[in-house]
């Protein structure tokens, strides 16, 4: 057991129905004062947990749901410290107001990074263990024993002297008057409930359909919005003709705004219709000139010139001048959508002194904020009801959206339903950014590496926040300045330049992008030294035995070197580590004379250090794999006189159910206090193991994603 004596706990206080409510402070965050049940509330509302004389359990889970099984990962947490029987736990969305008004209760509660387990872990084990203790403490008092006597197990605190025992239910209304301190938790090698494989709690609710997305919420009076925007992300609205849509069905009002303009109707068809007839004049500006190649040729310009340098060791000049061979080779990835499932949306309700909003966002905290700030009315007024996520990725995690909604619904004065079309979504920004970089390494006469550098250029998300920052963006060059290999001498420089469009945050970020270009490029590495990827990927990782952990394991399930494989088929590797998980990938891929491309299995190792839940855990990295496998084969958004051309899934393609390739996962859990995120890890690393699989086949490197643009088909 692990004793933390520095913590904090806030007495709670009796339900109305006589159960325990259990709540604390974290650590660094301000006290949070005793919870007082809300006038209207029909029972007390609890920070993490409530125990009702049925023994029924109710926990809160503070991150957003998005299909990563967070509302099931996070409870196990509490529940395996609590000593729950499962069967009787159910899950609800923690209370963003409650959070603000409170002090912030519930710690973090943006969801991004593949945090959600490793920021909230430990506080989520005291709330468990908490509870615990003041059950076994209140049973304890009634038997007039020591509590050291007493244990919880499965729901019921147990005397080990008399056999006799409590239901949770029984002692809950008695374990809420009592206090407890030093609480301890388990460390892993105690766990008893997590590390098994446990479904998820969500997934009923979204096969018979009745989980809440935004866009299922419906109010008295309300009415719906869609949004035009800008066809150049950027530009301005010029003037609009009203009088042209007046006289539609259902037509309510166009509100015009800086950079879109929004039709409010009694149904959506009737807003989307109007919005779509609606005759807008735009002022595009010099955004307008704009084409992709020639964005990207000034992209590669700037490889030419002298970029900042973040790191660097030994005498890269002279060392370069005296190498008896050297490779350069430059690598271009083109901007991208994040195209969830569920486009963005929001409801809203302006009242005088009150907002409500439906939404599923990334980070609530920071939608209160905008909302407040738009309608002027206090945070503490602002109650957002978070809904299920039909996949975030990042996008979800922006306020553009809410704000609109917000603006419309103050304009209208009745509750609002806004949703943006995909091809609102697709076309109006927030992009991942486009990068190029170049890459050279030096040999000697034995063909060993004795030097490497790296330059890259590349469109910074933190500059479209805020202009006036300075230095480098440090989103940007995720896992090229943190590299893990021990290369002998090196630099490594970074430009930034930023064009018409806006980005944002992308599933693993600039991992994404920066993972692909090194790792094809060791790859060529490999090839000019003569050696066997996996084989020099060991000797430059020969520091680092958690990598090489991660190799074994990739080696062995793969069949790396000992498979006979059919013709136009081959292997190709790749590891990375971000989000604090290590992720290594070979990838089985057939280039056929036709030019179709396959990629017919994929064998990943993973060390997180410690699994929550494998059944999720599992799925993430299966998810990772396919979002990135799309990305790489497909992803490209193309600028033509300033605009963005594809705008749908038909122009912005993603795999097929029978394009998915054969996933097999393979643990090499490292343990200990490493507890690594599994949303994104695997996204960067399979593009590279492909890239270099078509290597072996054509003996052509992919420099430039997507990989549709070399060849003649990616088979459909």
């Not at 007390?44 to 926990?59: F, G, H, Q, R």
């Not at 970020?509 to 270009?517: L, Q």
Request: charged letters at 25%; a negative charge; proline letters at 4%.
């Amino acid at each position: 057991m692990t004793s933390l004596t520095r913590r904090s706990f806030v007495q709670a206080s009796l339900s109305s129905a006589g159960g325990l409510i259990l709540s604390f402070s974290v650590p660094v965050l301000a006290s949070r004062r005793p919870w007082q049940q809300s006038d209207s509330a029909a029972s007390e509302i609890n920070a993490w947990l409530t125990i009702d004389p049925d023994d029924s359990i109710v926990i809160r889970v503070a991150q957003s749901e998005m299909g990563q099984g967070v509302m099931t990962a996070l409870p196990m947490i509490i529940a395996e410290e609590l000593e729950a029987d499962w069967r009787k736990v159910t899950v609800e969305y923690a209370d963003v107001n409650r959070q603000i008004r409170e002090g912030q209760p519930y710690g973090r509660m943006w969801t991004g990074g593949s945090m959600a387990v490793s920021h909230s872990r430990e506080f989520l084990q005291l709330a468990g263990a908490e509870a615990r203790e003041r059950l076994i403490k209140a049973a304890a008092e009634t038997w007039v024993v020591s509590a050291s006597e007493c244990y919880a197990d499965y729901g019921r605190v147990h005397h080990r002297g008399s056999n006799r025992s409590f239901s949770y239910g029984e002692v809950a209304p008695l374990a809420a008057r009592v206090n407890v301190a030093n609480v301890d938790i388990k460390i892993p090698d105690e766990f008893n409930f997590l590390g098994l494989p446990t479904r998820r709690l969500d997934v009923p609710a979204k096969v018979d359909g009745s989980a809440v997305y935004s866009m299922d919420v419906r109010l008295p009076d309300m009415v719906y919005a869609a949004v035009k925007h800008s066809p150049v992300p950027g530009g301005q609205v010029r003037s609009i003709r009203i009088n042209a849509i007046r006289n539609q069905p259902g037509f309510i009002k166009a509100m015009r705004m800086e950079s879109a303009v929004a039709i409010v109707a009694e149904t959506f068809w009737q807003a989307k219709k109007g919005a779509d007839e609606l005759p807008v004049y735009w002022d595009f500006g010099e955004a307008e000139k704009s084409f992709s190649d020639t964005i990207k040729q000034e992209f590669f310009d700037q490889l030419g010139e002298r970029g900042e340098v973040m790191s660097e060791k030994g005498e890269i000049v002279a060392l370069m001048d005296n190498a008896e061979k050297s490779i350069e080779s430059d690598y271009f990835a083109p901007y991208l959508a994040h195209a969830a499932m569920e486009p963005l949306n929001a409801t809203v309700h302006v009242q005088a002194e009150r907002v409500d909003i439906w939404v599923g966002h990334q980070n609530p905290e920071y939608a209160v904020q905008i909302v407040s700030e738009v309608t002027g009315i206090r945070p503490e007024n602002v109650y957002l009801h978070n809904c299920h996520i039909g996949g975030g990725f990042g996008r979800r995690s922006h306020g553009d959206f809410v704000e609109e909604a917000t603006r419309i619904a103050m304009d209208v004065g009745r509750p609002v339903q806004m949703i943006w079309t995909r091809e609102e979504e697709m076309r109006a920004g927030a992009y991942r950014p486009m990068s190029a970089m170049r890459f050279k390494a030096g040999f000697d006469i034995s063909k060993k590496l004795v030097a490497i550098t790296n330059h890259s250029v590349t469109h910074s998300i933190r500059y479209d926040q805020d202009p006036e920052m300075e230095g480098i963006d440090s989103s940007s060059v995720q896992g090229l300045h943190n590299h893990p290999y021990m290369f002998p001498a090196w630099e490594f420089s970074h430009s930034r330049k930023n064009t018409h469009l806006t980005s944002w945050w992308w599933r693993s970020v600039g991992s994404s992008i920066n993972a692909w270009a090194m790792e094809c490029f060791v790859d060529e590495m490999a090839v000019a030294a003569d050696k066997d990827p996996m084989a020099y990927r060991r000797r430059l990782l020969q520091m680092q035995p958690d990598y090489l952990d991660v190799l074994d394991v990739l080696e062995q399930e793969s069949g790396w070197g000992k498979t006979e494989l059919p013709k136009d088929t081959a292997m190709g590797m790749a590891i990375h580590e971000s989000c604090g998980t290590i992720v290594a990938i070979v990838a089985e891929v057939t280039v056929e004379s036709t030019g179709s491309v396959r990629v017919n299995k994929v064998t990943a190792a993973v060390d997180c250090g410690n699994l929550v839940n494998p059944m999720t855990a599992e799925e993430q990295v299966e998810g990772a794999i396919l979002f990135g496998l799309t990305a790489a084969l497909y992803g490209k958004l193309t600028v033509e006189n300033g605009q963005i051309l594809e705008d749908n899934l038909d122009t912005y393609e993603i795999i097929r159910m029978h394009e998915a390739p054969e996933i097999k996962i393979h643990w090499a859990l490292s343990g200990a206090g490493r507890w690594g995120g599994l949303g994104e890890p695997a996204t960067p690393v399979i593009a590279p193991a492909v890239c270099n699989a078509i290597y072996k086949i054509t003996g052509r490197r992919i420099r430039s994603l997507p990989i549709k643009d070399y060849y003649l088909q990616v088979r459909r």
